[in-house]
């Protein structure tokens, strides 16, 4: 086991790929805090957690707020007094073209994707600066490489994670702690099952969800839509001893979609 | 000249790159709307260039942006170009910044581009015609250390723009952005003075480009948006262009570079 006895916190971990994270960690021997704005379904995943033999803990945690994202690393530190690995995870989106947008959508994708990273990794580097040690893993996705349609707030938001942890990486390095981000594909969780809905509505003429899907597989040349494990098993990589020599990176996740680095 | 009976709004003019794409358009033919969030420097701008109008617009009131671009369709009848030039940044420590100055900076940056693209958009798709251009910076690939929110703003301003430019490609929209090399001085003076911060000296800056004559950055960046703007860039969207590479981390770690 690769990560025996670490602390880790995953915001965003009550389903999708959150879930699948914080489930890999503990797997690898991880003691896991499971954040997320639903309290109910992480009380739910800390329930599992538990049962692979690993300590957890269920907090509910509004990203965009100062105030329980503190509030988060203060009932870790209270009850495991060291954090290890934070993974800034929770993420939202929706769909709608610019020229339609209204001002909320833009500020919920902006909010919640990117200023909820800075929030959890600013209040995590502060606790890991005191220990001198720790790993920040940030979800991006491949939007924060390219550009599509009716996502301009989401891919902005994703972009910016990725620059973001580009300087924190720079900012952290000195203190031997190391930032990275992963970039998921086309990955199976509901929010994409709400986004091949809006794509099939929004593109119309007979267009079905299965359709959508089912090009999104196309699209990827290791034709397959990826799994929520999939995106988890590169984040224990990253989470590990064995990326101890990575820093500022975001890694592509996708099953060939995108080749920029 | 390139760019007669083009309508052009500049958002930003406090810098030497905005004032050089100013001047440049003018000089191609275009018709300019020059804003700045203090009017009197709009003022300053617009006196040294024929056919244009200073309007004092913060770039983070969207009533502002749109009074600025109506402006520009009464007086000219349509808007075919708007360049954000408005930038602020922050020379501070992620560690460090409070949630008002993270704020201050990503709106400023960012959210400035939705508010023009959505105002311009209107016209431009009534036009089947136009440019939407951002003024980014290099650091939204190299993100550099102390300027975290700057560097993040940068990079969403480009996924922004990436995305838009496949939203109307068939409507005849070019949608682009230039990543300038060197941090303004101005841009770090505009910053600590809304987030009330003291800025850095001038000088720390320049250290981002050290093997580059940064002095002919401005206007080489203006020539290369008259080109995008012209009839021989009109096959060229989605696209984020910087003018050198230096791709090396010794370079984006001011820290480590006061120390030479």
Redesign the interface.
Known sequence: MRLENKTVIVTGAGRGIGRAIALSLAREGANVVISDINLKEAKQVAKEIEELGRKSLAVKTDVTS?NEVDDLIKKTIEKFSFLDIMVSNAGVSSME???D?P?EK?DFN?DVN??GT??V??AA??QM?KQQKGKIICTASM??K??????????????????????????LAPYGITVNSICPGSIKTSMQDREVQWSAQIRGAGATPENIREEMANFTPLGRIGLPEDVAKVVVFLASDDSAFMT?QAINVTGGQINTM | MKLSNKTAVVFGCNGLIAQAICKKLSEEGCKLIVTDLKKEQADIVTSEIKDSTAIGVDVRSEKDIKEAVQTAIKKYDKIDLVVNCSRIALFKEAVELTENEWDTIVDFNTKSMYYIAKAALKNMVDNNYGMILGVTSKTATSGPANLSAYSASMNASIGFLRSLSCEVRNNNIRVNAICPGFIEHEELVLGAELTNNTPPDKGIYIQFSPLINVANEPEALANLIAFLASEKGEFITGQAYSLWDDDLTYYRNLGQMAEF
């Open positions: 100062k073209y610019v020229i947008m001002e833009w902006m990117l200023k800075f929030l990794t600013q580097a502060q600066i939007a924060g390219g550009g599509v349609a009716t996502q301009a707030h989401y891919n902005a938001s994703k972009h910016g994670v990725i620059a973001y942890v580009k300087s924190l990486a720079q900012e500022g």
